[in-house]
């Protein structure tokens, strides 16, 4: 009898894939204060006119939606970074289906409304890492691993955590080079160009 033994599934710890993500932009670039009014709040990564949070997961609260605000308010264009392949080993996002660059997604027991959060952000990207990638530095990955959520609707968009979400991702960006490109200025149609 022959024994299948599960496939394991790894990762980087978060703090350390964090660090990972904003090594792609120049040390002056990370961790920028932004102040507004007499508050200020700390981006990730600011470039030109985009701000890029970094999540561990997809489990959002409603400061997500504060935080959007208050940099939308200043003026930027807001990408989240989340990783969700641990998501997807564990089941609760599944990609339903392809079509070229485009995925469809169900999540089951979302954490928080996408359908919501496309509707209300017009000056905000998410952005999900659903592959993970070899080494430690992203830039070295030349395979696909974002994709950026263009639609969502879940079977209450009214509340906060619905029961249900389904989305459409496009792989625009789809690399750590690709994205670096977006945060420097290049329209998303013109990512793949040299």
């Not at 599960?6 to 932009?25: E, H, L, N």
């Not at 952000?121 to 430690?136: D, H, K, R």
Request: charged fraction near 25%.
């Amino acid at each position: 009898m022959l024994f299948r033994r599960k496939k394991t599934f790894s990762q980087c710890p978060g703090d350390q894939w964090i660090r990972q993500w904003q090594s792609i932009v120049p040390e002056e670039n990370r961790n920028v204060p932004i102040t507004l009014g007499d508050e200020t709040v700390v981006a990730y990564v600011q470039m030109k006119q985009f701000v890029m949070m970094i999540q561990d997961g997809l489990l959002m609260e409603s400061a997500f939606f504060e935080v959007c605000k208050f940099f939308q308010r200043a003026g930027y264009h807001v990408i989240w970074l989340m990783r969700c392949s641990q998501d997807i080993h564990n089941g609760y996002l599944k990609p339903l289906r392809s079509s070229g660059a485009r995925k469809k997604w169900l999540w089951k027991s979302p954490t928080t409304n996408f359908g919501r959060w496309t509707t209300d952000n017009f000056e905000a990207s998410i952005l999900l890492q659903w592959q993970e990638y070899e080494g430690e530095d992203p830039l070295a990955c030349q395979e696909r691993i974002l994709q950026r959520v263009v639609w969502a609707e879940s079977d209450d968009n009214t509340r906060m955590i619905p029961g249900r979400t389904e989305f459409q991702t496009t792989d625009r960006p789809g690399t750590a080079a690709e994205l670096l490109k977006w945060l420097r200025g290049a329209s998303l149609n013109n990512l793949g160009a040299e």
